[in-house]
């Protein structure tokens, strides 16, 4: 896999050996508990809080320290308000995430200061990230500014420089870039200077929401394999957040399930994959296009809209949807009682009361491919992407590549 100039390849399955040797170990860097991010409406001549819009509610999780955790759902159902919220770029509504042993959201001055430098974000848009009126060098140095200290001396105009010379390098592009502005970038080429700007810091987490969503498809293969170089390179750990459930596939150590704020399913990526165990994440697999011609399946298509977060169902989020438990006969407890999210061994966590009545056979009515990695459990989750060339920079004056 070719991550840009320069960079180092590593195979994303040896990527993940080294991964579960730590996950072993049970490193917590980032635990998060009954977290809730409220959006207030307002109403009436007095501009009163007449309902909310509960874009994350209650959603617990730890993410171990050198994984890529995977987040999927359908849009609106807060996967980005959760990321954000974890940073504290939107203030929570209630609940904690301890960070490396500190509360995040008790943090004040310079303590939070200090705390931002360990968690970064590489955003969803890289023409909309970047302020277009400012050279490269400013971009990522900015952010290096800001946290300067004698310490690190990064006040220095050459020790920044350096700095952002280095990490132009290590995203696959030339150090004389720093002079440019992001209108001379193509798309690929700003998402680098995103990745650089979020790297310059030295963190330990990284929110990636979305990078490669708005980019072209030979372009998302090489962003994902210089993310997962770079995860290795310098012992990152990512919150990985996508609606393509093969990109998820690919990157993830674990992944979760989000539907209208809550968090419906967590599992290892192969177990996930191989047995989902929530009716929404069987929709969802379901609805992946299978490449062979000769695999036939059932489509399950899910009956009416998404409800609105400002006005969700009572008891399970989903059973308004639910193809489940239209074939159980509509149980009452669906529509009346919340589900709890139980561990329903090995890690694998499910919100579902009636989890029992989805076995493999049910899987593999609707997901073929669920039921050959069930039964070969050596075999990677998903082909490597394909490897696609990236054309060196082009030297100053002439015309930026089209990556």
């Known amino acids: 896999m070719s991550s840009g100039e320069g960079g180092p390849t590593t195979s994303p399955w040896a990527a993940r050996a080294a991964v579960a040797d730590r996950a072993d170990r049970g ?58 919220t974890l940073l504290r770029l ?9 960070f490396g042993g500190q509360d995040v959201f008790a943090l004040k001055g310079d303590a939070l200061k200090r705390m931002r430098r360990r968690m970064q974000i590489i955003f969803q848009d890289p023409v909309a990230s970047l302020n277009p009126r ?46 440019r502005y992001p209108h001379e970038f193509s798309g690929g080429q700003r998402q680098r200077i995103g990745i650089a700007r979020a790297l310059a810091l030295d963190p330990e987490f990284i929110v990636c929401d979305e990078p490669v969503s708005a980019l072209d498809v030979s372009i998302q293969s090489q962003i994902l394999n210089l993310l997962v170089d770079l995860r290795q390179r310098f012992n990152l750990t990512y919150l990985f957040v996508a609606h393509n459930l093969s990109v998820i596939e690919y990157i993830s150590d674990r992944v979760g399930v989000m539907y209208l704020g809550k968090l419906v399913e967590l599992a290892d990526v192969r177990e996930l994959y191989a047995r989902p165990r929530h009716p929404y994440t069987v929709a969802l697999l379901s609805a992946v296009p299978n490449p062979d011609p000769r695999v036939r399946k059932k489509r399950l298509v899910l009956a009416g809209d998404v409800p609105s977060p400002a006005n969700p169902p009572s008891g399970c ?8 438990r239209e074939r159980l006969g509509n149980p009452e407890n669906c529509a009346t009682d919340e589900p709890t999210f139980n561990d329903i061994g090995g890690g694998h966590r499910v919100a579902c009361h009636w989890v029992d009545e ?3 056979g049910t899987v593999a009515e609707f997901v073929p491919r669920a039921a050959r990695l069930a039964a070969s459990p050596g075999v990677p989750p998903v082909a490597t992407p394909p490897v696609i060339s990236w054309a060196p920079p082009a030297a100053p004056g002439e015309a930026a590549p089209s990556s």
């Open 317 to 324: 989020r989903f059973h308004t949807r639910c193809w489940l």
């Open 27 to 84: 490193e917590v860097l980032l635990d998060v508990r009954n977290l809730r991010k409220y959006f207030p409406i307002h109403g009436g001549l007095l501009r009163r809080t007449i309902a909310n819009v509960q874009a994350v509610d209650d959603v617990s999780l730890e993410v171990r320290r050198g994984e890529t955790l995977g987040l999927v759902g359908e849009s609106g159902c807060g996967k980005t308000t959760f990321g954000r």
């Open 134 to 179: 400012m050279p490269v060098s400013d971009i990522i140095g900015e952010g290096m500014l800001a946290q300067a200290d004698a310490e690190n001396q990064w006040g220095s105009r050459s020790v920044r420089d350096q700095r952002i010379g280095d990490y132009l390098e290590a995203v696959g592009l030339r150090r004389d870039y720093s002079r």
């Open 90 to 98: 939107t203030p929570p509504t209630a609940g904690s995430v301890i």
């Open 358 to 360: 989805i076995t493999d």
